[in-house]
């Protein structure tokens, strides 16, 4: 069968499979307090598969809220979301939500961000054809073709406009195909033209999938509200309106006895006069929204226009205990549903269960994953740029300022220092990779809110990745400064110590990884990172012998700063096997910095053993200390995945 036939046929079924799958999303009762204030009260509604709701209402008045209600990221203490009229639906599998903020990685261009997003949201069988073929009909759809291989842009380059931004953003969810699709203010940033373009777009995808589209949007010109099969009306969290859009005037004339007035648009008038912002009496203000959600409730059973079909059958204590418990379940599996490896298969029709299946979807996106982040940190000066710069500096600068140590005692000091300096300032260093791993974070959040895939995927991609890129910033570094120093001659010792250095520095990069995932704030994150570092350097055992810390630090801290392994293994590596020349002084005898065992065997000279014995480090071994660098930075991801899977903002 040729490639089109495929698609064809692969298009055909799943129509034929969406239509078969009509979806009524429904919910009822909805009221969310948040401290005491009421967010929604009592908003019910129904949408069904083709059909487009358009959520309006002044600022503040519960759009966001119904959103994220409806997409189950918020519980309200009260009501059900249902759909099909099973409250356990999987919303992670079936609806995409297209925030306000768009979640982006700069550095990629249009077409690779849209590409991505349906790689990671199909089964990995899928042909790449068929993948292309959604990719282009997207671009196409959102008028991004001219600025399909334009990068989105960041801090350091700037990049498409905002409202492209915002279409790369409803791309990237309308790619996957969603069967319920959730936008939050989609049109924030776009002309009214472009506004109505975007929006024809997705009634366009919306009728041919049997997509629901929900989307929040404000002022919107009556043209471009006519897209709209429905209207919620919201204000003060209250239901000021439910029903198609073209009973809209009709309702303000006979219901609300405010008639639309001539030329004015119905849904600017309907705003005006439900917003009450500007009313300086608060029980005045509350007392308004309360009487105009009073006439609503009136007017729609006096019409028969129940906000949701299930308002016409019988509520009985049964079908409502069901109901009840139907959405306990479901905000239970919503919590363990935390503790997956991966998120759920969009394309497909439903999850997969099979252990093999699940392992190949979670192996697939992983590898998807580690493409991208690749493709990421090769153009983000910020993820590895700046560092590989840094190092490479400081490369050059310790091979110069401690250029050519030779071997005599009154340089071990020195010598000791260089070595500490190294695993300290590059394991700080490790902070200059947060921007881009926030960047990347949220990204992940955004994602995996939408069911594209779970932390596991991530934290593995984000591990492997950054492997490479960090060995390259330390290779540099260790070529510039290990025979300028003139450390332990040697290629074996040289490795060693590379290794070593790399160990280290992938210990505290991973330490860095996992603060910034529990703190996802720049500056917060930033603080706290370089402030756990400047503390492994005081118990790391080089400022403070080991022999002289206050035990209560010793006991603890010592024991499990990365720093403290590092350092100890970079001079066990450097000092074992060398000898370091003494002062004779005028009287004859023999100074040494360090106590030495040589001078009583006649030489006046310091073994390195006796370095290694004097900061307590000659008894150690190598392998074991090894293995401890590897347990540590192993804890740090293992964190660093618990983090991201229970905290998912
Ligand atoms: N986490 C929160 N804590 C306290 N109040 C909140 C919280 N989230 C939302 N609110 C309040 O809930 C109300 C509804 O907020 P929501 O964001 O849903 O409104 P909106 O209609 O989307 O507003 P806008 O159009 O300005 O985005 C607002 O008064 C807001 O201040």
């Given at each position: 069968?040729?490639?089109?036939?495929?698609?064809?046929t692969?298009?055909?079924?799943?129509?034929?499979q969406r239509e078969?799958?009509?979806?009524d999303?429904?919910w009822e009762?909805?009221?969310f307090?948040?401290?005491?204030?009421?967010?929604?009260?009592n908003?019910?509604g129904?949408?069904?598969s083709?059909?487009?709701?358009?959520v309006?209402g002044?600022?503040?008045?519960?759009?966001s809220?119904i959103?994220?209600v409806?997409s189950?990221r918020t519980?309200?203490q009260?009501?059900?979301?249902?759909v099909?009229?099973?409250a356990?639906?999987d919303?992670?599998?079936?609806a995409?939500y297209?925030?306000?903020?768009?979640a982006?990685?700069g550095?990629?261009?249009v077409e690779?961000t849209?590409?991505?997003?349906a790689r990671?949201?199909l089964n990995p069988?899928t042909?790449s054809?068929?993948?292309?073929q959604?990719?282009e009909?997207?671009?196409?759809?959102?008028?991004?073709?001219?600025?399909?291989k334009?990068?989105?842009?960041?801090?350091v380059q700037r990049?498409?406009?905002?409202?492209?931004k915002?279409r790369?953003t409803?791309?990237s969810?309308?790619?996957?195909k969603p069967r319920i699709?959730l936008?939050?203010?989609?049109t924030s940033?776009?002309?009214?033209?472009?506004s109505?373009?975007?929006?024809v777009?997705i009634?366009?995808?919306?009728r041919?999938?049997g997509?629901i589209?929900?989307?929040?949007?404000?002022?919107?010109?009556w043209?471009?509200?006519?897209?709209?099969d429905?209207?919620l009306?919201l204000?003060q969290g209250?239901?000021?309106?439910?029903g198609a859009?073209?009973?809209?005037?009709v309702?303000l004339?006979?219901?609300?006895h405010?008639?639309v007035p001539r030329h004015?648009?119905?849904?600017?008038?309907?705003?005006?006069?439900?917003?009450?912002?500007?009313?300086l009496d608060a029980?005045e203000?509350?007392?308004?929204v309360?009487?105009f959600?009073?006439?609503?409730?009136?007017?729609a059973?006096?019409h028969h226009?129940h906000?949701?079909d299930?308002?016409?059958i019988?509520d009985s204590?049964?079908?409502h205990?069901?109901?009840?418990e139907k959405?306990?379940?479901s905000?239970?599996?919503?919590?363990?549903?935390?503790?997956?490896?991966?998120?759920g298969?969009r394309?497909g029709g439903g999850?997969?269960?099979a252990?093999g299946?699940?392992l190949?979807?979670?192996?697939?996106?992983t590898?998807?994953l580690?493409?991208?982040?690749m493709l990421?940190y090769?153009?983000?000066?910020?993820a590895?740029g700046?560092r590989?710069?840094?190092?490479?500096s400081?490369?050059?600068f310790?091979g110069?300022?401690?250029?050519n140590l030779?071997?005599t005692?009154?340089?071990v000091n020195d010598r000791?220092?260089v070595l500490?300096y190294s695993?300290?300032f590059?394991?700080f260093?490790s902070?200059?990779?947060?921007p881009?791993?926030?960047e990347e974070r949220q990204?992940?959040?955004?994602?995996?809110?939408?069911?594209?895939y779970?932390?596991?995927p991530y934290?593995l991609?984000?591990t492997?990745?950054?492997?490479?890129?960090l060995?390259a910033?330390v290779?540099?570094f260790?070529?510039?400064?290990y025979?300028s120093?003139?450390?332990h001659?040697?290629?074996?010792r040289f490795f060693?110590?590379?290794?070593?250095?790399f160990?280290?520095?992938?210990?505290a990069e991973s330490?860095?990884?996992?603060v910034s995932?529990?703190?996802p704030?720049f500056?917060a994150a930033?603080?706290v990172?370089?402030?756990?570092n400047g503390?492994?350097?005081?118990?790391?055992?080089?400022?403070?012998r080991?022999?002289?810390m206050?035990?209560f630090?010793?006991?603890?801290?010592h024991w499990?700063d990365?720093?403290?392994?590092?350092?100890?293994l970079?001079i066990f590596?450097?000092?074992r096997?060398?000898t370091?020349?003494?002062?004779?002084?005028?009287d004859?005898?023999?100074f040494c910095?360090?106590?030495?065992s040589?001078?009583?065997?006649?030489?006046?000279?310091?073994?390195g053993?006796?370095?290694l014995?004097?900061?307590?480090?000659?008894?150690i071994s190598?392998?074991?200390?090894?293995v401890i660098l590897?347990?540590?930075?192993l804890a740090?991801?293992?964190?660093?995945?618990?983090?991201?899977v229970f905290?998912k903002r």
């Open positions: 069968m040729s490639m089109h036939n495929t698609e064809a692969l298009d055909v079924e799943a129509q034929r078969a799958e009509r979806l999303l429904e009762n909805i009221t307090n948040i401290r005491g204030k009421v967010i929604l009260d908003v019910s129904k949408v069904s083709g059909e487009m709701l358009a309006m002044p600022s503040g008045a519960g759009k809220s959103l994220d409806l189950r519980i309200a009260q009501g059900f979301v249902t099909n009229g099973d356990t639906a919303m992670s599998n079936l995409f297209v925030e306000q903020d768009d982006l990685l550095v990629l261009s690779e849209i590409n991505f997003a990671l949201s069988s042909p054809a068929v993948i292309r959604r990719v009909e997207t671009i196409v759809g959102l008028g991004l073709t001219d600025v399909r334009n990068r989105i842009g960041n801090v990049g498409i406009s905002g409202g492209q915002r790369v409803i791309g969810g309308l790619v996957t699709l936008l939050d203010e989609p940033g776009l002309d009214s033209r472009t109505r373009e975007v929006l777009a009634k366009d995808i919306a041919k999938q997509m589209v929900i989307a929040s949007i404000h002022q919107p010109n043209e471009t509200l006519s897209l709209f429905k209207l009306l204000a209250k239901t000021m309106f439910f859009i073209d009973q809209l005037d309702y004339d006979r219901g609300l405010c008639p004015a648009n119905p849904t600017d008038h309907a705003v005006e006069l439900v917003n009450t912002d500007f009313v029980a203000r509350s007392g308004r309360t009487q959600a009073e006439t609503w409730n009136a007017y059973s006096e226009l906000t949701s299930s308002a016409n019988d204590d049964e079908k205990k069901l109901k009840k959405a306990r379940v905000v239970l599996s919503s919590v363990t549903g935390g503790l997956s490896f991966s998120g298969e394309e999850m997969m269960t252990m299946k699940r190949r979807m979670n192996l697939s996106r590898a998807i580690m493409q991208r982040n990421n090769n153009r983000n000066l910020l590895y700046v590989f710069g840094m190092y490479l400081m490369g050059v310790c110069t300022i401690w250029v030779g071997q005692s009154d340089k000791l220092a500490f695993i300290a590059l394991g260093m902070v200059a990779g947060v881009a791993f926030l990204v992940f959040v955004r994602e995996r809110m939408n069911g594209l779970g932390p596991g934290a991609a984000n492997l990745v950054s492997v490479p890129y060995f910033c290779v540099v260790c070529v510039l400064t025979w120093i003139g450390l001659p040697g290629a074996a060693k110590f590379t290794a070593v250095i160990l280290s520095i992938f210990a330490q860095c990884a996992m995932a529990l703190i704030i500056v930033l603080a990172t370089s402030f756990i503390f492994w350097m005081c118990v790391a055992g080089f400022l403070l080991t022999v002289d206050p035990r630090w010793y006991y603890w801290s499990i990365f720093e403290s392994y590092g350092f100890y970079l590596n450097d000092f096997g060398l370091f020349g003494c002062q004779t002084q005028a004859g005898s023999c910095d360090f106590p030495s040589l001078i009583a065997q006649g030489q006046c000279a310091l073994a053993e006796d370095v014995n004097y900061l307590g480090a000659n008894g190598f392998s074991l200390y090894v590897l347990l540590i930075t740090y991801r293992v964190l660093f995945y618990l983090i991201l905290k």
